[in-house]
């Protein structure tokens, strides 16, 4: 089977792309696959931008193509936070529980209806000599009050998504990958390649 390179060291993002590829008759590697090599730091100010950063030095790295993801949650009660900084955002050993925490505890007093959020993602394509290509998927929802459910990974336990009337994590992985941000992304990234001509090989 072909492969595509996710340049990712995140386990809940390296199981989304598996299954969302898999369709598509495409293996996914992740940086998993490859321990020797670094973290990038992610200094941009936009997912787009850290995208390209990691997509570009990992392609480099490995003179091969490669996608990134870039992705975060961003709530409107605060201004837009956590942002880039959703692996990050209670600390730089990237805690899940602990970001939730703090997420919950700045919400506090937050009436439902100014929960409003929304999970993004910016994947970049990049190959060495070539233009890299950028998509970007959104998925509406709100912040819960507390937990539920205990698939996916990250802020998927408080984050409500409306059409489907459940929490991310008590999606099905197949039910959370056909709306996720991840997914539109995806769509779109398939969408541009097809317009070119191309594919992901
Ligand atoms: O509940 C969630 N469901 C999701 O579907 C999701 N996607 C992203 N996120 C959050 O945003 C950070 C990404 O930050 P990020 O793009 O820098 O990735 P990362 O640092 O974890 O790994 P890498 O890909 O950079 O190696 C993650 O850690 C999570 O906190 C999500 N949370
Ligand atoms: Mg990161």
Same mark, same amino acid.
């Given at each position: 089977?072909?492969?595509?390179?996710?340049?990712?060291?995140?386990?809940?993002?390296?199981?989304?792309?598996?299954?969302?590829?898999?369709?598509?008759?495409?293996?996914?590697?992740?940086?998993?696959?490859?321990?020797?090599?670094?973290?990038?730091?992610?200094?941009?100010?936009? /997912?787009?931008?850290?995208?390209?950063?990691?997509?570009?030095?990992?392609?480099?790295?490995?003179?091969?193509?490669?996608?990134?993801?870039?992705?975060?949650?961003?709530?409107?009660?605060?201004?837009?936070?956590?942002?880039?900084?959703?692996?990050?955002?209670?600390?730089?050993?990237?805690?899940?529980?602990?970001?939730?925490?703090?997420?919950?505890?700045?919400?506090?007093?937050?009436?439902?209806?100014?929960?409003?959020?929304? /999970?993004?993602?910016?994947?970049?394509?990049?190959?060495?000599?070539?233009?890299?290509?950028?998509? /970007?998927?959104?998925?509406?929802?709100?912040?819960?009050?507390?937990?539920?459910?205990?698939?996916? /990974?990250?802020?998927?336990?408080?984050?409500?998504?409306?059409?489907?009337?459940?929490?991310?994590?008590?999606?099905?992985?197949?039910?959370?990958?056909?709306?996720?941000?991840?997914?539109?992304?995806?769509?779109?990234?398939?969408?541009?390649?097809?317009?070119?001509?191309?594919?992901?090989?």
């Amino acid at each position: 089977m072909e492969s595509v390179i996710i340049a990712t060291k995140n386990k809940g993002k390296a199981k989304e792309f598996e299954k969302l590829f898999l369709p598509k008759g495409l293996v996914v590697k992740t940086l998993l696959d490859y321990a020797e090599i670094e973290d990038v730091e992610e200094t941009g100010s936009t /997912f787009e931008e850290n995208a390209i950063l990691k997509a570009e030095t990992i392609a480099n790295n490995l003179g091969v193509r490669v996608i990134a993801d870039d992705s975060g949650l961003e709530i409107d009660a605060l201004e837009g936070r956590p942002g880039v900084y959703s692996a990050r955002y209670a600390g730089s050993e990237k805690n899940d529980e602990n970001n939730i925490d703090k997420v919950l505890d700045e919400l506090q007093g937050v009436p439902e209806s100014e929960r409003t959020a929304r /999970f993004c993602c910016a994947l970049a394509m990049a190959e060495p000599g070539k233009e890299t290509l950028t998509v /970007f998927g959104t998925c509406e929802g709100r912040i819960l009050n507390e937990r539920r459910g205990t698939n996916g /990974f990250g802020y998927d336990p408080i984050f409500y998504v409306e059409t489907e009337g459940k929490a991310m994590a008590e999606l099905a992985s197949d039910e959370k990958n056909k709306i996720s941000h991840r997914a539109n992304a995806i769509r779109k990234l398939d969408d541009l390649l097809q317009k070119r001509g191309e594919s992901h090989e």
